[in-house]
């Protein structure tokens, strides 16, 4: 058992989880912009991208880059800063690092090495989405980006279909009338949903109808990150949804047709696991 006092004295320096604005900048917390001024190193997901936001509220820090295809070179050398008494802040390109973007390997890094690990409130697109829907807040499923392949998509979207809580993804504007055909094709037409778009931007727009409709309206041509909505099944199939233990269901899709990957990823991601764990139980390795 570890339990962490954030805010009393520690022995070695602090990682602090700073969120940033998904559009509009004054969505920026006083809070946040002090962090990051004070902090002695921030690890950005694309520093380009940072740099924009640091350069708006004169935040001189340093930014180094931290992202999905660097972890493993960087985790040691951020763990070494953070145990000599560095604080650090870590942030993405728009709203809370970790969800849907990079940050947990580090959160995870921290937290086996004793290292405070400190989150700051502040803008995120799926609960600001979600609360303007309505569909019913809560409960409610956040389940991300889903696989960019048809077949991948209908096997994890056959896999929520029983769900009583409003899903909540994540989707690009190339491939939102892909995902709303898949989620047609798995959910039914009649399923009440919601996008959201350009959240807190000028174009800022929500569209609320059946996933047919939504469907019809996205094949027109849309611009912008969309935030997608489903409600939940109210009538769910107990039989349909998926049994055992996360091993006996990664085999179970296996023979489905999908690949030991693909499988394992969206057992995790269902189940809340560890991927990485689950890929070495799987493999016994």
């Given at each position: ?203 800022e727009e929500f569209a609320r109808g059946s996933l047919d409709e939504l469907l019809s309206w996205a094949k027109e041509g849309v611009r912008g990150e969309f935030v997608v909505m489903v409600a939940g099944n109210d ?24 690949s030991p990957n693909v499988a394992i990823k969206q057992v995790a991601k269902r189940l809340g696991l560890n991927r990485q764990e689950l890929y070495r139980q799987y493999h016994q390795l």
């Amino acid at each position: 058992m570890q339990v962490q006092a954030s805010f009393q004295e520690h022995p070695t320096g602090t990682l602090y989880l700073v969120p940033t604005p998904i559009g509009n900048l004054d969505d920026m917390t006083f809070r946040a912009i002090k962090v990051l001024k004070e902090a002695e190193l921030i690890c950005a997901e694309d520093t380009r991208h940072t740099r924009q936001l640091l350069n708006h509220f004169a935040i001189e820090t340093k930014a180094i880059s931290f992202h999905e295809h660097n972890t493993e070179q960087r985790i040691p050398e951020l763990i070494n800063r953070l145990k000599q008494g560095a604080t650090l802040a870590q942030c993405s390109d728009a709203g809370m690092p970790s969800i849907s973007d990079p940050g947990k390997e580090l959160v995870a890094a921290c937290i086996e090495a004793g290292i405070a690990v400190v989150p700051l409130p502040g803008a995120n697109a799926a609960l600001t989405a979600l609360i303007a829907s309505g569909l019913c807040p809560q409960p409610f499923y956040f389940y991300g980006f889903l696989e960019r392949k048809h077949q991948q998509q209908v096997t994890e979207l056959e896999q929520l279909k029983n769900r009583r809580e409003t899903m909540i993804f994540y989707e690009a504007p190339h491939r939102l009338a892909k995902t709303l055909a898949s989620m047609v094709e798995v959910f039914g037409k009649d399923r009440p949903a919601v996008l959201a778009r350009e959240l807190t931007k000028r174009y800022e727009e929500f569209a609320r109808g059946s996933l047919d409709e939504l469907l019809s309206w996205a094949k027109e041509g849309v611009r912008g990150e969309f935030v997608v909505m489903v409600a939940g099944n109210d009538h769910p199939t107990e039989e349909d949804a998926p049994t055992g233990s996360p091993l006996e269901q990664i085999k179970a899709a296996i023979e489905g047709g999908q690949s030991p990957n693909v499988a394992i990823k969206q057992v995790a991601k269902r189940l809340g696991l560890n991927r990485q764990e689950l890929y070495r139980q799987y493999h016994q390795l």
